[in-house]
Each structure stands twice: as structure tokens, then as C-alpha cells.
């Protein structure tokens, strides 16, 4: 098979005959695989390579940064043996079991691992450098995990009785300060703590949850905004682990009752990895969430963010103005700051000035003035904008409008010249005008300063390799509130679940965007006092596209579910 491999590279010129004479006779002499040699010599490139023997032996290839195999499936095969040969598996449906393997055509790997596992091999191709470095990240951290049990059982002994029952009951208000501290900077929990961050990065998280309870730590990844539970770490390093992360985020290790907030910067690969670090007290202990921040994942462009064609006309319209405030509304998650980030990266130029104020700074905008919110020491979002007021900037962002008075700040900063961007917590861009009205700021100032309100959600999307189309059920349409023959023939897209995708049919995420703009119509409502039904009434009338509306669309294109749309949106 290899040999059909060498003359089919020279056949369609990517190795001379020269070559591939040179990597037989080290193949033989070494005993490695050709395709090894091939990529150890750097006669061709792993990319090419694959493409190749995707031809050759008609197999698909799987990229396996973005594969999650369950940890059920991994150990079918034994460690050694996914080293030996290696190979990862992947899934299992009734009697296969996929394989990502180098060499498929390995007929004693093939046999060997059909004795193992019991099942008949289905290989599919992989990198030989990504399925090292899964095995790595898999098997090693595996093995790393039960290697830290085995030492948290011996260093228990060393601690006293009293200690011992105190962690068990999870309160630990007793236990020394010193000896918290020590737990913390031994060997396990450090290997336990980066072992979990580096896999959540790995898996693309963009939350760890580490939650204790009475007789087990539970950690939960939020992926594609849904949170999935992982292997527990050893209970008897739950102080230790609490308290490595409360040191890391420079936190009060002595403090144990109060909530506390901090961060920490990790060097996760070649990644710098920023966690934003929140700790609060429970029942059995303190409950760590901490929300990381990969400044490589940071979408900047708004055209990829999934608005649609008219919905994005509107928004670089109003952002484009020259005053006024332009308002970004959705719960936590929904991706407000995204989109708030990647419109100041749009607007970015030498001759503007922009200045931010956030609580917390999420991440670093070159050319862009930003300050962090310090409640504690008088600088508050109102503060810092009567501030800003003074520096003459073009434009400014403020996190959130919290209260009346950073909402009448803003505002008249809007009406004096400014173009301001915030968000505000509401379900949807009508109701965030009477939410500002609520809050004490008369209707004249909002219907002067408005330019426009964006409501979004976030749902996940179906995923690109195991999409499928299928016949939905009227009982599905019934319950979501939508009438039968929205979709053409009933057909929608749903994933059926792959090891790309981790089996949940979902692989990313796209935004729900509802944009409406003030209209001269709607500021005469908003003086006259109309409540939000009625301007609602009157944007959808002027063109407004509804968050519902507009996940319908994207069921119809096929990028996302009924379900997921049922999920973020209400029907009435």
C-alpha cells in the first residue's frame, strides 16, 4: 500500500523518483512509516499529504483541533496501544468504531485494534502531528489526572484529623491561612488546576465553572454556550484548588465569606489567556466561574457576525453619525460586547479619538483609550464620563448604563456632539425605551439622543460536517408558535451529530439581531408617551426585522434549529 502511495506522489509530480528512493531505503533502515519519513524530510507538506491519500484511499480527513471525544470512547483503546499505533478514536455507532488514524492501511493495527475494542475499525485520516498532540492532550491528561489522585491520597495523611473532617463538611472557615496556601502551591493541585484551564482552552470554553458540593467538586465547561460537565477532580484537593485560583486572581485567600472578583493572564501554548475570575460563597464552599478571554478568538469584522443584508444597512448607518447614542441590548452571553468591540474597531482612525469605559476592560483595542471601572476608589461609569467630557473625544463606549445618572450622562454627552455606545439589559430593542424612561430620564432627551437600539441573541449553529435535511414534526412548529408552511416542503437542517462536533448536531455560534432604527415617526411616539407594543407596532411597519423573524430566516438557512430558536426567542 505504501509503495502504491510513493509511485501515486511521483506519478502526480509532488516527489521526484530521487525521493521517494531516499525515504524507502530510510523507511527500511528505520522502520518508521513512509508517510513519516515523508514528513520528517519535508518532501510535502502534512496539508498535501492528506489531500492525497484522501484521493487515494477515498477516506474523509478530520481536523481534530475541533474534535472532543468522549471520554467513553477513549478508553476503548488503551493508552499505550493509541501511542503505538497511533490512532484516537473517535465515536462508536452499533459496531464500528471510528478511528483517526495516520496510516489507514496499517492492516496489524486494524486487526489488533478489532480485538481490543471488539468492534469492526472504520479509519478516517488525520494529521500525524495533530493525532500526537490529541493523544497527548487526551491519554496524558488522563493519566496525569489519576497520577495526582494516587499523590492526594499520600499528602492527605499529613494533614490532621480535624482538617480533614472540616473538608469533608466543606467548611473550611477553620483551616489555617498557611496551610490553605501550601495545599495550593503543591504539586497536584497546580497540575490538576492548568491541566483543566489548558483543556477548556483547548476545547474553545468560553467559561469554567468550579462548583463544590458536599462530596465531589463538579467542573462544567460553557461550550457554544451550553455547559458540559467534565471528569471531577480529587475531593480532597477542593480547598487546594479554590485556593490556587483565589491566588492566581489575587485574591483574599483569608476571605471566605464574601464575593470576590479578580483576574488571571496564563500562557496557554503559545496563546496569552486571560480569565476573568469571579468567587462567590456556598453551602459547601466557594463556588468559582471564571470567563475566558482568547484574544485570538475575538471576531472584529461586523459583516461575519450574522446580521442580515438590510439589518447591517441600518446599523453602519447609525454608527456612521456623527452624534446621538447608540444603544446594544441582550442578556449576559449574547455576545453585546463582540459586536460593541467590533464596531469600534470599523470606526478606529487616526482622527478620531475614542475612550472607553468598562467594568471589566475585556480586551485590549490598540489605538483606543480604555479605563477600567474602580468603584472602590470613586471612578465610576458616571465619573469617568464627566471625565471623558473634558478630553474632547469623537467617541465613546461606556459598558453599561447601570443607573439614571450614567444614562442622563450618556445622553447629554449624545446631544453635545458625541457619538456613545452602551449596552442595557432588556428582551428586545422596544422596550428599551420605556426601560430608560423607568429610570428617570425624560422622554424629550430620549428621543433626541437615540440614533438606534440593537436587540441580539445568541444560538448555536448547526454544524457544517454532519447537516442534514429533515421533515419537521407539526407538533415541533405547534410548540415553537410557528404556522406550517414557514419552511418550504416542511424541510429543515438539523446535525445529526459527528466527532467534529462532539455528537450534539452544534459547532459555533451565530447572532439573532433586531436593529431599529429611531425614525422621526418613532421620536414623536416616544414624546407622546406610546408604550412599547405600539412602537414595536411601528418599527416592524418601517422595515424592523424581529429577533424571532430573524431566526427563522436562519432556520430556513439552514445555519441553526427550531430548538435553538425556541431557546432564545418568545413567540406570541
Known amino acids: 500500500m505504501e509503495e502504491k502511495l510513493g509511485t501515486y506522489l511521483v506519478k502526480q509530480g509532488i516527489l521526484t523518483e530521487q525521493q521517494l528512493r531516499d525515504a524507502v531505503k530510510e523507511k527500511h533502515d528505520t522502520g518508521q512509516r513512509l508517510i513519516s519519513v515523508l514528513n520528517a524530510r519535508n518532501y510535502v507538506s502534512e496539508t498535501k499529504l492528506l489531500a492525497q491519500l484522501s484521493n487515494i484511499y477515498r477516506m474523509e480527513v478530520i481536523d481534530l483541533d475541533y474534535v472532543i471525544p468522549d471520554k467513553k470512547i477513549l478508553e476503548r483503546i488503551p493508552a499505550e496501544k493509541a501511542y503505538h499505533y497511533e490512532v484516537l478514536p473517535l465515536d462508536v455507532k452499533g459496531r464500528y468504531l471510528t478511528v483517526a488514524m495516520v496510516d489507514p492501511t496499517d492492516i496489524n493495527a486494524i486487526e489488533d485494534l478489532r480485538f481490543i475494542t471488539g468492534k469492526e475499525i472504520e479509519p478516517v485520516l ?8 490529541a493523544l ?7 493519566k496525569s489526572l489519576a497520577e495526582v489522585k494516587a499523590e492526594a491520597v499520600t499528602e492527605t495523611k499529613e494533614l490532621d484529623v480535624e482538617d480533614l473532617e472540616l473538608l469533608e463538611t466543606g467548611f473550611e472557615e477553620d483551616i489555617e491561612e498557611t496551610k490553605l496556601r ?8 497546580i497540575r490538576v488546576v492548568n491541566f483543566y484551564i489548558a483543556d477548556a482552552v483547548t476545547k ?6 468550579v462548583e463544590p458540593y458536599e462530596k465531589h467538586v463538579r467542573i462544567r465547561f460553557r461550550l457554544d454556550g451550553v455547559l458540559r460537565e467534565q471528569q471531577s477532580p480529587p475531593f480532597n484537593l477542593k480547598a487546594g484548588i479554590i485556593t490556587r485560583l483565589k491566588l492566581m486572581a489575587k485574591m483574599d485567600i483569608a476571605e471566605r465569606r464574601l464575593c470576590q472578583d479578580g483576574r488571571i493572564n496564563i500562557l496557554v501554548g503559545n496563546k496569552m489567556i486571560d480569565l476573568r475570575v469571579s468567587c462567590i460563597p456556598t453551602l459547601y464552599g466557594e463556588k ?32 456612521e453619525s456623527p452624534y446621538g447614542i447608540v444603544l446594544v441590548t441582550g442578556p449576559t452571553g449574547s455576545g453585546k460586547t463582540t459586536t ?3 464596531t469600534l474597531a470599523r470606526l ?6 475614542i475612550m472607553t469605559i468598562e467594568d471589566p476592560v475585556e480586551y485590549n483595542l490598540h489605538g483606543i483609550n480604555q479605563i477600567q471601572v474602580h468603584e472602590e476608589i470613586g471612578l465610576s461609569f458616571s465619573n469617568a464620563l464627566r471625565a471623558f467630557l473634558r478630553q474632547a473625544p469623537n467617541i465613546i463606549l461606556v459598558g453599561e448604563i447601570r443607573d439614571s445618572e450614567t444614562a442622563e450622562i450618556a445622553i447629554r454627552a449624545a446631544l453635545t456632539g458625541h457619538l456613545v455606545f452602551s449596552t442595557i439589559h432588556t428582551n428586545d430593542a422596544p422596550t428599551t425605551i420605556n426601560r430608560l424612561v423607568d429610570m428617570g430620564i425624560p422622554p424629550y432627551l430620549v428621543s433626541s439622543a437615540l440614533v438606534l437600539i440593537q436587540a441580539q441573541r445568541l444560538v448555536r449553529r448547526i454544524c457544517s460536517q454532519c447537516r442534514e435535511k429533515i421533515k419537521v414534526e407539526e407538533k415541533l412548529l405547534e410548540q415553537a408558535g410557528i404556522p406550517k408552511g414557514t419552511f418550504p416542503d416542511d424541510m429543515v437542517f438539523k446535525g445529526k451529530g459527528c466527532p467534529i462536533c462532539n455528537q450534539t448536531g452544534y459547532k459555533g455560534r451565530i447572532g439573532l439581531y433586531e436593529v431599529m432604527p429611531i425614525s422621526p415617526d418613532i421620536r414623536r411616539m416616544i414624546l407622546s408617551g406610546a408604550t412599547s407594543d405600539e412602537i414595536a407596532k411601528k418599527a416592524e411597519k418601517d422595515g424592523m426585522t424581529t429577533l424571532r423573524e430573524d431566526g427563522i430566516e436562519k432556520v430556513k438557512q439552514g445555519v441553526t434549529t427550531i430548538e435553538e430558536l425556541m431557546r432564545e426567542t418568545v413567540s406570541f
Request: net charge negative; proline share 3%.
Open 204 to 209: 474553545g470554553a468560553s467559561d469554567i465553572h
Open 348 to 353: 478606529n482612525s487616526p482622527d478620531r479619538q
Open 340 to 342: 460593541l468591540y467590533s
Open 126 to 133: 488525520a494529521s500525524e502531528s495533530s493525532i500526537r498532540d
Open 288 to 319: 468559582i466561574v471564571m470567563r475566558i478571554l482568547d484574544r485570538a478568538s475575538l471576531m472584529l469584522d461586523l459583516t461575519k457576525l450574522g446580521f442580515g443584508e438590510d439589518a447591517l444597512k441600518g446599523y453602519f448607518k447609525a454608527i
Open 182 to 189: 501550601a495545599d495550593a502551591e503543591g504539586g497536584p493541585v
Open 136 to 142: 497527548d492532550r487526551y491519554y496524558k491528561m488522563d
